[in-house]
């Protein structure tokens, strides 16, 4: 049995002809060359479009809650929440894996509706199998462990952005009560969430070297902008010294906090640190989340170094955004050091434009009938007494 709950090329298909829609919008395939690829690449599975997609996810999650109320009346709400959602569990489960194989659902609403009924129904059973798991306790890490092993299982099985998000942020929660749990781990709470983030910032850097990258790479991209954005919240200097006066002061006043010159640097330092690497390696993802962290470092600031009105902060500061944004513009129009003004839709590096084409329009032509002498045998001239 395969671990992933979809054919693998149907995420490399639709990434192939998201692919060639967009270089022929640019220009760079004729209409037919197009037709010839999104031919050898056909839509083998339903998914409808966005806004159908949304309604499907809606009306799955209402018919769930009918099913769900219809059962509780059904047993006159005789048996515990356990085992109702341990039958919605396994009931929301079963659907999923049939529509998926039978119906051809890929991510259509439908099937990311079952499966987000699944893992809630299954949290529900944990927590009712742990009780109290809220509070900050060893029973508490036992309701994590269990959720995010299913939330793993999930992960790898359907490759679902939510799903990769909600991983992420459990295993942070998971991650945070463990070092609470004693006082050298309350004062290395940042270090140690930096050091988590760092690693799967690694791993994640290994994703495009394997073979079903395309079925996991929405997910990746979830888990990575997360990453990015954990990494530096983990540092920022404001989340550090009112996480701090939380934990160790019970919510008392914050006060200055030991090693505050490397907060001030890991506050200022990451946001240009992202933007200068999304700059060289032209890694839209990085700029975008530098340029988001490079905002919010600027009200870190501002939030213990007032120096101007708030409403005329305001205003300088946009002012200064637009000013800067036009002058980037204006100098970009002409590409300079890779970069450029114009709109551009990336495509993934795996993809090389002439190598498809290749493989996919060009036709091995029969050679055309020729004259062929006949009949000759072993004397002589391909000559049988006729021509």
């Not at 708030?310 to 036009?326: F, K, M, R, V, Y």
């Not at 450029?340 to 290749?358: G, R």
Request: proline share 4%.
């Amino acid at each position: 049995m395969s671990t992933k709950a979809y054919p693998a090329a149907w995420a490399d298909d639709e990434a192939t002809r998201t692919a060639a829609d967009r270089w022929q919008r640019r220009g760079l395939l004729t209409p037919a060359q197009q037709a010839a690829i999104d031919a050898a690449h056909p839509v083998g599975y339903y998914r409808p479009h966005n806004w159908i997609r949304l309604l499907l996810l809606i009306a799955t999650l209402f018919g769930a809650a009918s099913g769900l109320g219809f059962l509780l009346l059904a047993t006159e709400f005789k048996c515990s929440s356990g085992v109702y959602a341990a039958l919605v569990a396994l009931a929301a489960i079963a659907l999923l894996e049939v529509i998926v194989k039978r119906s051809q659902h890929y991510r259509s609403g439908v099937d990311n509706a079952l499966l987000y009924i699944a893992v809630v129904a299954w949290g529900c059973l944990v927590y009712e199998l742990t009780d109290n798991a809220f509070s900050l306790s060893f029973i508490s890490i036992n309701w994590l462990l269990l959720v995010l092993a299913a939330l793993l299982v999930a992960l790898v099985r359907y490759a679902d952005p939510v799903v990769a998000a909600a991983c992420f942020i459990i295993a942070l929660w998971l991650a945070a009560l463990i070092l609470m749990h004693s006082k050298l781990g309350r004062l290395l709470l940042p270090f140690g969430l930096m050091a988590i983030v760092g690693a799967l910032l690694l791993a994640l850097r290994q994703l495009p070297a394997r073979a079903d990258y395309y079925y996991y790479r929405s997910a990746g991209l979830v888990l990575r902008a997360l990453g990015l954005a954990g990494l530096y919240l983990a540092g920022n200097y404001l989340l550090v010294r009112e996480g701090h006066a939380a934990l160790l002061t019970s919510g008392g006043p914050s006060g200055q906090v030991a090693l505050a010159p490397l907060f001030y640097l890991l506050t200022a330092g990451i946001p240009l640190v992202y933007i200068g690497l999304g700059l060289r390696r032209h890694d839209r993802l990085l700029l975008t989340v530098g340029l988001l962290t490079l905002a919010f470092s600027l009200f870190t600031l501002r939030y213990y170094r007032s120096l101007l009105p708030p409403e005329i902060a305001a205003t300088l500061g946009g002012l200064l955004l637009l000013l800067g944004a036009l002058a980037a513009l204006r100098y970009l129009r002409t590409p300079r050091h890779g970069l450029t003004a114009e709109a551009d839709e990336s495509t993934p590096p795996q993809f090389n434009l002439e190598s498809m084409v290749v493989a996919q329009t060009v036709h091995v032509a029969a050679p055309e009938a020729e004259y062929e002498f006949g009949g000759g045998q072993s004397g002589g001239g391909g000559a049988e007494g006729s021509y």
